[in-house]
């Protein structure tokens, strides 16, 4: 049968639909006669319902179940004789008018869109590489020795300084009232570890064991803690107790503590800087890849479902309120989270998605198995039993799913710099790491 599609808009469409009037009815009736074998109601044998009393109880649901199962089967047949690869969910409404005998209805929905990808040769993507150099080696070892440290208290009259853990009360006001959170009793922090706002640490530093000191703090605007953001407290602090951090010197004992099986500072360095090399591959990764993608989309034309946009929008508001539930919120699935907020976001990855299928499709980029097991090989390899967590990846579908998902990024990723003209550029450890 030859099905009409009319274009609305762009993506839109719309198909009408019709059924014999009787085809519903029989259906209708069949199941409810096969729901009276089955139905137990007070007043009678199971089985024994008379079908007037079923059809009276169940006959709305059956009604609506059969009408959903017939019309999208009507719906998926049509759309299948058509070759439409519709988007999304259709709209359904039932149309007046219909001929004797048959039911008619209207399917309005979307379909996916053409994607025309441009020249890549005229695209410009700048590649970062990173090197492990001996000084970032030297970084993390400062790093493991401090997460390390003992203390051991100063002499009474030593002043505080930066590295050393101060125990201290203080208490803060603004306009001369104390605030949440503005007081605290033996509180201890690292001076110079940032764990403090600039101006607590800077009055601190110096003070000795046993002084008070009165200073001004201005709270940033974007403070964590909104009643206090943006505005000037005073505050009093006194130190009650000063410790000098000391430092595990790096030697043999210090690489075996931390699981080094030779034992050896060498041993220790030179685990340090694979570790520190696997870390910069998957952040050069991200980042190109990142490039990757934007110029792929930068040389792609195509129109966005709004259907597909929507699904993406309803996704990331409900992660949204999943996240504030696992904050603490109360009554977080009932937060006033505006959409709008994410639609930029949710278009582009609508946008990417569409753009990157079309490139994988016309150019063979498809996960292959010896890749997958390579990716999972690698992500375990970190681990300290990696047999293991290999087997846990191939234990589920959707874990290994989520793999073939990234395989496929880097396959298109490697395609589009293979083909992009590419501007190198070298980026030092510090800068890499820092970059989110």
Do not use: C
């Not at 762009?10 to 009815?25: F, G, N, Y």
């Not at 998902?405 to 190198?424: M, P, S």
């Amino acid at each position: 049968m030859a099905v009409t599609v009319e274009t609305l808009d762009k993506l839109e469409r719309k198909i009408t639909l019709t059924l014999p009037a009787d085809v519903i009815k029989n259906e209708i009736d069949s199941r409810l006669k096969r729901l009276a074998r089955t139905v137990k109601m007070d007043g009678f044998r199971p089985g024994k319902v008379p079908l007037n009393v079923v059809a009276q109880r169940y006959g709305y649901s059956v009604h609506y179940e059969v009408m959903n199962d017939k019309v999208g089967e009507a719906f998926a047949q049509a759309a299948n004789e058509a070759n439409l690869r519709v988007a999304g969910q259709p709209r359904i409404t039932e149309k007046d008018g219909a001929p004797d005998g048959q039911l008619a209805f209207d399917a309005i929905f979307e379909v996916y869109p053409e994607v025309k990808i441009g020249d890549l040769a005229t695209a410009e993507v700048e590649r970062l590489a990173t090197e492990v150099s001996d000084a970032a080696i030297d970084k993390t070892l400062d790093i493991l020795r401090k997460q390390r440290r003992t203390f051991a208290q100063r002499p009474a009259d030593a002043p505080a300084a930066d590295g050393d853990r101060v125990t201290v009360d203080f208490e803060g006001k603004i306009d001369g009232e104390p605030f949440q959170g503005g007081k605290a009793e033996d509180f201890q922090f690292i001076v110079g570890d940032g764990q403090m706002l600039k101006e607590f640490e800077d009055a601190t530093r110096g003070m000795k064991s046993g002084e008070s000191k009165t200073f001004p703090l201005a709270f940033p605007e974007d403070y964590h803690g909104k009643d206090v953001a943006g505005k000037q407290a005073d505050f009093l602090v006194t130190v009650k107790k000063i410790e000098q951090a000391n430092l595990p010197e790096v030697n043999e004992a210090f690489a075996k503590s931390l699981g080094i099986p030779e034992g050896t500072v060498e041993g220790l360095r030179a685990d340090i800087k694979k570790n520190l090399e696997r870390e910069v591959k998957f952040r050069l990764l991200a980042r190109n890849k990142q490039a990757a993608m934007d110029a792929l989309v930068a040389k792609s034309e195509l129109d966005l479902p709004k259907s597909v946009v929507q699904a993406e929008l309803d996704r990331m508001v409900e992660q949204a309120r999943a996240d504030l539930k696992q904050r603490g919120l109360k009554d977080a699935d009932k937060a006033p989270i505006p959409e709008d907020m994410f639609r930029p976001q949710a278009e582009r990855r609508v946008r990417l998605g569409l753009v990157v299928a079309e490139l994988v499709r016309t150019n063979n980029l498809e996960a292959k198995a010896d890749q997958i097991k390579q990716h999972v090989e690698e992500l375990a390899a970190s681990y300290e039993k990696p047999a293991e967590v290999v087997r846990w990846y191939y234990g589920d579908r959707r874990r290994l799913a989520e793999v073939e998902a990234i395989v496929i990024e880097n396959n298109v990723t490697d395609f589009i710099l293979a083909k992009a003209q590419v501007k190198d550029k070298n980026v030092s450890f510090d800068e890499l790491m820092q970059q989110q």
